[in-house]
Each structure stands twice: as C-alpha cells, then as structure tokens.
C-alpha cells in the first residue's frame, strides 16, 4: 500500500532545483501569487512578480489568488518577506513538483500524511485543494505568522538523543514548547529565542547528542499562535476544501481527515505539537508499506528508519 | 585497526542507515561521510551512535566527539579500536 508523506518546512534550499517544464510551471505560480522568485529565494517587487503564472486551478482560484497577491503582496510579500516564509513556499513547491512526477510516473497514494506545513502539499495529493491554493494558502498563513517576529524573536531547537520526559522537562524550565514529536528521540522545541538559547545549553548538559535552535517568524505549534485565530480562520474562509479522495491521515490524533474538518485542522495544527511517530505507526497499522517522501529532503524516511528499528525491537 | 574492521564499519553504516543499491566496496575508507561523501545529516550521525554502541559497546557521547569520529570509515574504525572494551 503506497502512502505519500509531505514534509514540513526544509531548513534549507538544495544545491539545484530541478530543471524541467513542470518545476518551471510551479515556479510560476509561486511568483504569481506569492511574488517569491525560487531560483534566487528572492521576494520581487510588484512589478516583477506580475508574470504570468500557469496555472492548473480553477479560474476562480487564480483570480482570487492574483487579487489577494497584488493587494497583499506589497504590504507581505515583498516588503515583509521573510527568509523562513520563502522556505516553506520553496518546501511547498518542491512537494508539488515531486507529486507531479509520481504521477507521471503511475504512482498513486493510497494514504497520505502529512507533517507541519507539509499538509498543504498534501490536500493537493489528495484532490482537496488546486496547485494555486495550495501556494496561496501557504504564502499567506506564513505571512500571517511572520507578522508575529515584529514584537518577539522566536526560535524552533533541535534536540536529538534525549528522552520525551527529558526534553518535556528542559521545556517547561524554559517556558517552551515540544512541538515535533518526531521519534522517541528527535524532538522540536519552539518558543522565545532567549528562551530557547538556555533550553539548548540545558539539553546538551543533559546530554543530549545535538542541540541547536534557528531564528523562526513564530512559536510555531505552540498555543500563543491562537492569537492569530480570527486571521487564520478569515484566510482559509476563502478557500474550498474538496472531499479527500484517498485518507489523508492527520499528524494530531491520526484520524482520516473529511473535507469540512480541514479548515478547523489548518487551524489547529498551527498551535498544536506534530505527532510524527504516531502517525507513522498508524500508517503501519492502517497498511502501508511503501513510503514516498514527497518533497525536500528526506527526514520523514530516517525518522520512520529509527522507528522501524524501535519497532523490531 | 583491521580490514575486518573497517569491513565492519561499513557493514554497520550500510546496515544502520538501510542504505539500499549499496555494497561494503563502494563505500571509500577515507571519504568523507558528511557533506559531499554519503551526505549524512544528525539524524544519521545519532543513528550511527545507536549502532556503533549495539555492535561495539563504545559511546559517542556527544555532537563534538561525533563530528571527530563520524569524519570517515577509517576515524570510526580508529574510534571503535581505541574504545571497543
């Protein structure tokens, strides 16, 4: 049973984009609705951004993506851009090139997961969202997101090798929130960079393996996000979700997600931890087998490999 | 230090990371393991540590001793002889 799982953000671009009619059909559409240029990781200017995009979405959704683009884009995409929202449109892109190519290749999911951000690029696998929205969405939740770095520094830290008790206790120390389960010994803190800068001393003298943190727009998958509710709830009101049309199994509580809790899940998801562990072993449960990471990188498979070898034990 | 053990070693990456398509020989005793050699993140390096200690009893207690041990084939199989009990 093929499952398609759509990873989060990528901390960082590769060293080559792919160079095909596809990947440069997508790129478009990142310019057009989000005025972000991935080849240089570049926000443009109104004018620059203006090229015609080709889309695969309705009509509507790229007419309504080009007016909120012109209206929005100004005040977020080029003037307030940050380094981490071109990242996560780069993510997105990358995951919507990728599915495009399985399918070219016949290969179709029979589940699909998702982690983090990567649930946009999964409607789409999924036949709940068009290629257009799916960039919309991401570019203008992520703006939404990076207008919080404007009174606060946030971070997200790494911490490989301590245990969930450890980690649970290093963040409340630190006022901090787990917000990836990943393995029983991968784990993503996220809160106040000050905050997080003890957190990472704390772990490594704890022992953890690694720790590090990066500067984030937001306290990603944490509760203070619900101070950006209403927001949230105004941007995905613009949007139609269609009903899956394989299970698209969600990183929360593992259930199979229908077309009218989507919107309270993108909603949700947003101040929640990710489960990744638990959703990978639901996947076994449920069936599958054959796992296709779809999109940067390849973290998903060696976080599923650490399980696999929990699992055998 | 051996050619068994570097033999090992190569086995125990292979076998650790699951790497697929990939025998022992193709895998170069002084290459670098991360970066422009077999492209290992932190995700391999505690994966490696999980697997050096299973087959070798030797601990890697952390990132820094890691980025010394984890340079190549031949520092993990220098490590491993140097700490093995």
């Known amino acids: 049973m093929n499952c398609f799982m759509f990873p989060g953000q990528p901390l960082a671009r590769c060293a080559s984009l792919p160079d095909d009619a596809d990947f440069a059909q997508i790129a478009q559409l990142v310019q057009k609705l989000a005025r972000f240029d991935l080849q240089n990781l570049a926000w443009l200017s109104a004018e620059e951004g203006t090229g015609e995009g080709n889309g695969e979405g309705t009509e509507e959704g790229t007419e309504e993506g080009t007016e909120e683009g012109t209206e929005e884009g100004t005040e977020e995409g080029t003037e307030e851009g940050t380094e981490n929202l071109g990242l996560q449109l780069y993510g997105v892109a990358l995951s919507l090139y990728r599915l495009r190519r399985l399918r070219l290749d016949g290969v179709q999911p029979d589940l699909v997961a998702e982690h983090s951000m990567g649930i946009y690029p999964a409607l789409v696998a999924c036949g709940s969202l068009s290629e257009p929205d799916a960039i919309e969405i991401t570019w203008r939740i992520g703006a939404a997101l990076a207008r919080m770095a404007k009174t606060q520094q946030y971070a997200l830290g790494c911490v490989l090798g301590l245990r969930a008790e450890q980690v649970q206790i290093i963040a409340d120390h630190n006022r901090l929130h787990v917000a990836n389960h990943n393995t029983s010994r991968h784990f993503l803190l996220s809160g106040t960079s000050a905050d997080m800068a003890a957190a990472v001393l704390e772990a490594v003298d704890a022992g953890a393996f690694t720790a590090r943190f990066f500067h984030y727009d937001a306290p990603l998958h944490t509760p203070p996000i619900e101070r950006l509710e209403g927001e949230i709830v105004g941007i995905l009101a613009d949007y139609r979700f269609a009903e899956p049309l394989c299970p698209l199994i969600n990183h929360l509580d593992q259930g199979s997600l229908r077309a009218r809790e989507i919107p309270k899940f993108l909603l949700r998801e947003l101040s929640r931890p990710v489960y990744w562990e638990k959703t990978y072993r639901a996947l076994r449960a449920a069936g599958a087998d054959r796992f296709f990471e779809v999109g940067a990188g390849d973290a998903l498979k060696k976080y599923n490999r650490w399980i696999e070898g929990e699992i055998e034990k | ?85």
């Open chain 2, 1 to 85: 230090m051996t050619d068994e053990l570097i033999a090992e070693v190569k086995r125990l990456i292979i076998e650790s990371l699951r790497i697929e398509g990939m025998s022992s020989d193709e895998i170069e005793t002084d290459a670098p393991l991360f970066g422009e050699g077999l492209g290992l993140d932190s995700i391999d390096a505690l994966q490696l540590v999980v697997g050096m200690e299973n087959a070798f009893g030797v601990v890697v207690p952390d990132a820094a001793v890691g980025a010394k041990v984890f340079r190549s084939v031949r520092t993990m199989a220098d490590y491993i002889a140097q700490h093995a009990a």
